[in-house]
Nanobody, 128 residues
């Protein structure tokens, strides 16, 4: 049974930093594309950052480029999101996604069962 468990969220002032973690079980992280998404109140879930299988390639939403860094530790089966220079508009629930197809995984809706999985999310709140 695949489980993705996010942690590291919390309340931070604008300009501060947080590091999110996603612990994966029931899958081999190295073989999966892994991504971070977020959903603010009243808005749709959106892509934040991701890496292709093995972590060989990373890519970001324009809104977080230069401020967020996605990384993974395949040996620990863990994905991370370092968030710096946080802004109030970064406030959202942040979700981890695993995609066994291994390629780019920016889509929210393209997540077939038994191939793609979501975590339960962790809340990030940035105060002004």
């Amino acid at each position: 049974q695949v489980q993705l468990v996010e942690s590291g969220g919390g309340l931070v002032q604008a300009g501060g930093s947080l590091r999110l973690s996603c612990a994966a079980s029931g899958l081999t992280l190295r073989n999966n594309a892994m991504g971070w998404f977020r959903q603010a109140p009243g808005k749709e879930r959106e892509f934040v950052a991701a890496s292709t299988w093995g972590g060989y390639s990373t890519y970001y939403a324009d809104s977080v480029k230069g401020r967020f860094t996605v990384s993974r530790d395949n040996a620990k089966n863990a994905l991370y999101l370092q968030m710096d220079s946080l802004k109030p508009e970064d406030t959202a629930v942040y979700y981890c996604k695993a995609d066994a197809r291994g390629g780019r995984t920016e889509s929210v809706s393209d997540c077939p069962p038994r191939i793609c999985y979501w975590g339960q999310g962790t809340q990030v709140t940035v105060s002004s």
